[in-house]
């Protein structure tokens, strides 16, 4: 059977930048994804670019899948942001606790990612499938490897469906995941986050910011290779389609790829792996 793909996006800022990520979601269609994602920003503050994308998406004949941070929101706001999605035939959210913008104290009616789930689930009688994060590598502000994990815990127990791992260049820190979660009796699919590398300087951005652990000899290779962008790409898709491959024979439910809105790096690796059209 087929490995699934899906796909996540986030909302331009530009008139610019929407016209290329519709090229881009044109020629990743040919993956044929299972859905694709759309972010959303601190404190709910791309909604409307999320929403525009994400109605584009269903237009366009493919599921999509709404990000949906509760963080400041109250119960009102939520059951309305509900509303509008399922009016738009959205039958898919990323569910997550979300950060404040900056400036912002705290507030609002939800604490925490499963305090959203249980809300959603409670409100929709089923109308969504609720995916949720999870970190291999812990979440950077968990006290604890193990309190993370119960509050994974927590989001499958308020009624997530399935969950989408933030990025990482390890499988066995996967692997050791869904193994403790199994152990808790958490039966859901956990499908790995993917992060193609095409630049090495924006990796390291990101995942100084998000926690993602980057091995020292990728880092050290990405460090080697200096301004010369094609042996980055070109060592890029070497070391994630590996670790692809590692993640499929080891029973992965899926792949789902954070694009940058870029399609050649997300199609060169299904290419490498067998699932390009």
Request: with cysteine; aromatic share 10%; proline share 5%.
């Amino acid at each position: 059977m087929r490995l699934p793909i899906s796909l996540e996006f986030f909302p331009p800022k530009t008139p610019e930048g929407a016209a290329k990520l519709r090229v881009a979601r044109q020629q990743l269609y040919a993956l044929e994804p299972e859905f694709c994602s759309v972010t959303y920003g601190a404190g709910g503050s791309t909604q409307e670019g999320t929403f525009g994308t994400v109605g584009e998406i269903l237009a366009e004949g493919v599921d999509a899948a709404s990000h949906f941070s509760c963080i400041g929101a109250t119960r009102d706001t939520v059951r309305e942001q509900l509303a509008t999605l399922k009016a738009m035939g959205v039958k898919r959210l990323v569910a997550l606790r979300g950060d404040l913008p900056s400036g912002y104290g705290a507030g609002g009616e939800f604490h925490y990612a499963s305090d959203l789930v249980a809300f959603i689930r409670a409100e929709s009688n089923g109308g969504f499938r609720i995916e949720v994060a999870c970190y291999p590598e812990v979440h950077p502000q968990a006290r604890s490897p193990e309190a993370d994990l119960q509050a994974y815990a927590a989001k499958v127990k308020a009624g997530a469906d399935s969950a989408i791992t933030q990025y990482f260049y390890s499988a066995d820190a996967y692997f050791r995941f869904v193994d403790d979660t199994r152990r808790l009796g958490l039966q859901v699919p956990v499908v790995p986050g993917v992060m193609p590398i095409t630049s090495s300087t924006q990796l390291m951005r990101f995942s100084d910011a998000c926690g993602a652990e980057i091995p020292r000899w990728i880092r050290l290779r990405l460090q080697s290779f200096g301004d010369d962008t094609a042996s980055i790409k070109a060592f890029g898709l070497d070391v994630v389609t590996g670790l692809c491959e590692q993640l499929r024979r080891g029973g992965a439910p899926g792949l789902h790829f954070y694009t940058m809105n870029q399609a050649p790096a997300t199609l060169e690796i299904c290419r490498r792996l067998g699932l390009a059209g």
